[in-house]
Every structure is written in structure tokens, then in C-alpha cells.
């Protein structure tokens, strides 16, 4: 049997911890009986609590009609372990492909909406459609995270962060300030 | 005299290229003869062209009423180099501190805007507001970008993207899967 990182529950106010960074996700979507996942790199925290993230999401992916029409997502953060997998994905189209299927992945179910998470992915946030007014002239989507998993350890896994041009950053290594900071600026 | 890394004009329908990786940026600026800088990880790319950026701008920050009140921007890019200055910044008010002179950054004059570039960054991107229509719900700015300026070399500098609770993650390293994407996937 596969191994999958074991995830906990997270609390939903610190998921900017894993999406503030910036990495590459991918976003899995469920609507009338069909799964897909997309990649994505726009996106932005946008509030601690209620636990909100604004995500551009392009009309021209597939994704954009499921995840409008069904008002949900899961956003799963994969590792650089995940690296050729994230690039198959963002270059295949689920108008063709049953992306799970072909990149054998994992779906699991989620505990508030029907979108499937990706087990094989370090966290999994899902989240709800909590205002659509930016969609129509900007395809961008405010969302709450209602539940968030997150897997132990490591606490900050390798992570990808595209620049386009077929590049990615890489982010790992971790630095602390904390001694300089007021203590109202942490948390 | 100090020496500033040198910049060069960058097309702005590229910027994401420094900006989707996720970066801590500062974020300068200039209102009735005043400038402030603040530190900005709440950001995301929303369009090629025109160059459309979001930024999430706290009502807390003394610098929100100066941005919103000028309508202009400059998005500067730090590096690690920078590392303590950004959370320096981070971590006092421009309501009290002049923060060019406290951090002995050097103003240099914009071409399209008049919020100040930030000499020591190794990339300023002018900002001038595009759309509003989120700032009294979601202190969400869209801005174009309409000038871009960025240092000739490294092509990816080692860049701070923060996690909260006084912990950057590094990102520098880069990895290329050019040859595994779709010819109209890059660019």
C-alpha cells in the first residue's frame, strides 16, 4: 500500500503559514460526478479569520466553470518530491484527461465539501466560495478555508514557486527573526 | 559613494516572473510630500497585460490612506542581503519613523509615478491604482503595473518569503522542466 503523509487537523487561521510563502498549488475540484485538479500560482491570503484567500483562476481552464458552479475547491500544497507531477498536470487539460487517473494520484474525501483532497500533497485546505464579485471581470475567487490538514512534519517542506518560462524557485531553508520582532507583529 | 545594483527596464508584462514566486516585497510610497514604506507578503499576480498585481493593504498600515489617497505605488523586490531592513520595517510605523532615513535606504526619483523606488532592492515595479472596487471590504488594491525596472544580474536573486510568527522561508535555488511544458505554456 502506498504511503501518503499523514495529515492533522490545522488550525484554518494559520494557513498562511504554507500559502503566504507563495508556492505553486494544486487546486482539485468536484461538480456533477467529475473530479479535476489544476495548478496555480495567483493566489493571496487575504484575511486570518474568517480564514479567506483570493485565487485568479483563468476561464480558460477547465476548473473555472467546476469550481464556479459548485462554489468549492480543495488548494493542496505539493513538495519538490511532487515536481514532475505539478508540471503534468498544469499541461494537460481535465476537458481531456481524468487528471487523478493519470498521474495516480490519491483522492481522498474532504470533510466539508465535495471536492476530493490529494493525498499524496503535504496539506490540503478546503475551502468555499465566500464572494464571487471579483469573477466576472477578474476570474478571481474569494474563498474560505473552512478545514485545513496539514501533515506533521516537516514544518516547512520544500516547496515550488513558478516563474513562469518553466522555472521554478525553490523554497526550503528557513530563517528566524523572531527576537526582532514586537510581539504583537507575531502569531 | 554606495554602490546600488544596477537596473534596467523590464517589459511589465513579465514582472510575474519576480512576483509569482511569492516574495516578501516593500512597498513605497509618496502622499503630500511624505513617503513611507511598508512589508507586503499578501500579494498575487492577476494579469499579463495589462499588468494587473493585487495587494492586500491593511487599513492598519499608515501607508493604506497614503496609497489610496495617491492612487500610486512602487513594489520593490528585497533580497536576503536585506534581510534585517525588512523586518526593520516590518516592524515600526511611518507614522512615527521616516523610514528612508531610519534604514538609510536610498529614495531614487520613478518615471511614471511619484512614490519613490527603493535604490538597494534589486527590483522596483511602478504601481498606479487600476481598480478600487475592493478596498472598503477587502483593503484589496488592484494595481497596473506600468513601469518595470529590475537588476541584470543574478536573473534569480535569493528572495524572503515569509511564513508569520518571524520565520522567512529562502527561495534561490532554480529548476527547470522547460522541456516538459506545451510551447504555449511558456513564456
Redesign the interface.
Known amino acids: 500500500m502506498r504511503k501518503l503523509p499523514k495529515k492533522r487537523d490545522f488550525p484554518v487561521s ?1 494557513v ?3 500559502l ?4 505553486i498549488v494544486l487546486v482539485s475540484s468536484h461538480h456533477e460526478g467529475a473530479t479535476n485538479i489544476m495548478t496555480l ?7 486570518f479569520s474568517p480564514s ?1 484567500v ?1 485565487l ?1 483562476i483563468s476561464s480558460g481552464n477547465h476548473s473555472h466553470e467546476m469550481i464556479r458552479a459548485s462554489g468549492e475547491c480543495v488548494i493542496n500544497l505539493p513538495t ?1 518530491a511532487m ?2 507531477t505539478v ?2 498536470i ?2 494537460t487539460t481535465g476537458a481531456q484527461v481524468d487528471k487523478f487517473s493519470r498521474f495516480d494520484l490519491t483522492a481522498q474525501e474532504a470533510n466539508e465539501v465535495d471536492a476530493p483532497m490529494i493525498g499524496e500533497c503535504h496539506a490540503s485546505f478546503e475551502c468555499r466560495l465566500h ?1 464571487a ?2 469573477v466576472e ?2 476570474n ?1 475567487f ?1 474563498f474560505e478555508v473552512v478545514k485545513a490538514h496539514v501533515a506533521s512534519s516537516p514544518k ?1 517542506p520544500e ?1 515550488l ?22 510581539p504583537e ?3
Open positions: 494559520q498562511r503559514r504554507y503566504e510563502p507563495g508556492p500560482g495567483w493566489h493571496t491570503i487575504l484575511e479567506l483570493g485568479m519538490t515536481t514532475d508540471v503534468g498544469g499541461n464572494d464579485a471579483m471581470k477578474y478571481f474569494i516547512h516547496t514557486h513558478y516563474t513562469g518560462d518553466g522555472a521554478f524557485m525553490v523554497a526550503g531553508k528557513v530563517i528566524s527573526r523572531r527576537s526582532l520582532f514586537r507583529m507575531l502569531g
